[in-house]
Every structure is written in C-alpha cells, then in structure tokens.
C-alpha cells in the first residue's frame, strides 16, 4: 500500500463484538500471562471470551490453560477448543511438541487468517489475541486486515523493558490501532516471610511511561509465585479465591476502556446472524 492510497477494508469477524491484541516491545515482560488471565478474568465477570495464541512461533496457550486436545473441523470451519469457559485457538494444538516452525511471512499471514476467520468462534464479548513480542509479520498482518478494538502494551518495571514498550505503544500508533492502556506486570513481590513489599525490578514505571505518552494505565501486576505456578500446571491465578483481583481490575479496565474506544470511534464489528 502505497502513502496515496485508501487502506483496505478491514472485514469483521464474524459474531466477534471486540478484538483485543495484546503486544509487547520485547520478549519475556509475561504477556502470555496476561493474555490467559484477562481471558479468563473476562470470562469470570460473565463476559463470552476468546483466546487466540497468534505467537505461532512460541505457543504457551494450551501449557497455561491445561489442554492440549486437537480441534475438530466441521466443513470449512474449525472448531475452537473450551476451557474455563474459553474459546481457544493455537498453533500449539496443531503443531504440539518440541517440533520448531520455520516460516516465513506470507505463511504467517495465512496461519492468522485462517485463525481469525476459519475458526467457528462463535458470538463472543471479547476475543483476546495474544501477540508474538516486537513489531514483526504477526502484527502488521493482524493490524492490517482486521478491525482491532484496541491494544493492550505490557511491560516491566524495569527501563530496558519500558524502552522496547515505547516502541510497541509507537507501532500502535503508527497503524492507527487505538492503545487501550499499558499494563506493568511483575510490579512488586510482597515478600512471603517479612510480608513487605519489595520492587524488584523497581516499580512505577509503567505508570510514569503511560501517563509520558498520553495513554490509559491499566493495572500493576504483582510477582507471584503462585501467578508461575498457575501457569506452569494450567491453572491460571486469576480462578484462585482471594487472589484474583489484581487480573479481575485488569479485565474490568479493560472493558470500560474498550466500551470508551468503541464510542470514540463508533460501531466496526458486527453481530451476525
């Protein structure tokens, strides 16, 4: 596409009423994590939500959701599988193992067509798409081609993780994808022995950054132990009495952020029949 012309038609998926990405700068700041909590959370508030695991080449989604089944296709169309009241889809589930994928671009885009729009998904509130890190295929061939409500950019604390963040909050804004707010994930660990607070990778960052760049700060996410172990076994912390609110805030932002965006810039996805 040229400067001088028109972008294409972003086409909505059908029964989707919002698309969520959720980006980073850089690898390693836990954005699987809060792609499977926030999906979980939203379902939780009693929200239809989706999961989509477009990081093809490094698919956690089935570990950290306990299910690694494959799914069944009828017709033309595949089925997504369901947990914890989720509708999931990954390359994981077609591609499990240790086995790598080398591919390049044009592949890509395909694979993430074939999972916004082969994919039965059903009438969904939410449909959470859990980004590979950086600016790369992925992104440009979801941002390009579907009509993103808006994104979600997480980060550390830490200055190397908030550099790469500045960077994915300019890519959004550069491809006119509206930025739903920043989320700082491993903010603070309270220490399990002394019971203080501890900021480990310092703290406060990624408020101070969001209110920098102008854009909504979301939600300060603890370093847990528990938060590892929920995914590690499939077990996302956010179904853990008593310590789900921080993720539960993250999901409730994120709805009212999405409902704001939506009104700013008016109705793009409809509801099929």
Known sequence: MTPNQ?????????????????????????????????????????????????????????????????????????????????????????????????????????????????????????????????????QLSLIQTAPITGAIVVTTPSDVSLEDARKAVFMFHQVRVPILGMVENMSFLNCPHCHERIDVFSHGGGRRTANEMGVHFLAELPLDPQIRIGGDTGKPIVLRKGESEPFLELARNTVARSEEVSKEKGPNIEISD
């Open 6 to 138: 028109p972008p294409a038609p972003k086409l909505p998926i059908s029964g989707v009423k919002n698309l969520i990405a959720v980006g980073s700068g850089k690898g390693g700041v836990g954005k699987t994590t809060v792609s499977v909590n926030l999906a979980v959370g939203l379902a939780a508030l009693g929200y239809k939500a989706g999961l989509m695991d477009a990081d093809v080449y490094g698919p956690n989604v089935p570990l950290m959701m306990g299910i690694n089944r494959t799914p069944m296709a009828f017709g033309e169309r595949i089925q997504p599988l369901d947990q914890y009241g989720v509708k999931l889809m990954s390359m994981g589930f077609l591609n499990p193992g240790d086995k790598p994928l080398v591919w390049r671009g044009p592949m890509l885009h395909s694979v993430i067509q074939q999972f916004l729009r082969g994919v039965d998904w059903g009438d969904l509130d939410y449909l959470i798409i859990d980004l590979p890190p950086g600016t790369g295929d992925v």
